[in-house]
């Protein structure tokens, strides 16, 4: 009980807020870009079946540090009444890779699993890399939030990339189809969640906002936020989907890339052993 209580008063702890390119965010892209190294260099041995068990035991872990983050901003400031901070409702483009981590986990190998492991391995892989790379203003003064935060987004790359390693994902364009109807659905499921909390009310007193697709709400997404009030709710919305495909292509191409560079580097190896 004493351990529980000092690592509870650790994640409690307040202290500054980080920066952006500080040498807290620099730590934890550090930590990203190892473990990442790492996942791929062992991936490749991994089974299917290992693999599958790593993807549903990290969706576990990011799903229950939710669960810390989502207690922590409903009693805040030593409160014992519940007061829901509604803006961090659990259904932003950056929490879906929990719940599809856990359906990829449950679910048998065949054409959902691999749309799921798909989607992981594009449209999350970017979703996460933008917050690693610019966090702009997810860190907050809680040490336990920045640390939840930081595991969350920084393990969307690692699984990501680990997934294209073990060949769990292949290299290939018809990819990128796999993960469509996944985002389709995230994306649909986020727009009702957004009438849903206009016609309830929700939206007169709160920032409720998921995906930052809302008509009713304010957009902070660096770009796409120039476009969120200059065009029809519609026109947007079909914009936000096109775009964030083309950076799930990105991505796929990017690692088709790096994996074409990973194969000449070990066929150069022989000849040089030779020379």
């Given at each position: 009980m004493e351990l529980w209580k000092t690592i509870l008063a650790f994640l409690d702890t307040q202290a500054a807020t980080p920066t952006t390119f500080g040498a807290y965010h620099i730590l934890w892209l550090t930590i990203m870009t190892v473990a990442t190294v790492l996942a791929v260099v062992?991936?490749?041995r991994h089974s299917s079946k290992t693999v599958t068990n790593v993807v549903l035991g990290t969706a576990i872990l990011v799903f229950l540090l939710e669960i810390y983050k989502q207690i922590n901003f409903t009693f805040q400031d030593g409160s014992v009444e519940p007061v829901y901070q509604w803006y961090i409702f659990p259904w932003q483009f950056c929490s879906t890779p929990m719940y599809i981590g856990l359906l990829a986990g449950i679910i048998r190998k065949g054409r959902i699993h691999d749309s799921l492991c798909a989607y992981l391995s594009t449209y999350a892989i970017f979703a996460g890399l933008a917050v690693m790379i610019y966090p702009?203003?997810?860190?907050?003064?809680?040490?336990?939030?920045?640390?939840q935060t930081m595991i969350c987004h920084g393990s969307m790359v690692v699984i990501g990339?680990?997934?294209y390693a073990s060949g769990h994902v292949k290299l290939h364009f018809k990819t990128?189809?796999?993960?469509?109807?996944?985002?389709?659905?995230?994306v649909c499921i986020a727009v009702g969640l957004n009438e849903w909390a206009h016609a309830v009310g929700i939206t007169e007193n709160h920032n409720f906002n998921m995906f930052y697709v809302s008509p009713y709400g304010e957009c902070v997404l660096p770009v796409y936020s120039l476009i969120h009030n200059a065009?029809?709710?519609?026109?947007?919305?079909?914009i936000y989907i096109l775009g964030f495909t083309a950076a799930a292509s990105v991505i796929l191409l990017m690692a088709k890339g790096i994996a074409r560079l990973g194969r000449k580097q070990r066929h150069r190896r022989p000849e040089a052993v030779e020379a």
């Open positions: 062992f991936g490749r702009g203003n997810v860190f907050v003064e809680c040490v336990g939030i920045n640390i990339a680990y997934l990128v189809l796999k993960a469509m109807p996944v985002f389709a659905v995230c065009v029809p709710f519609p026109v947007n919305l079909f």
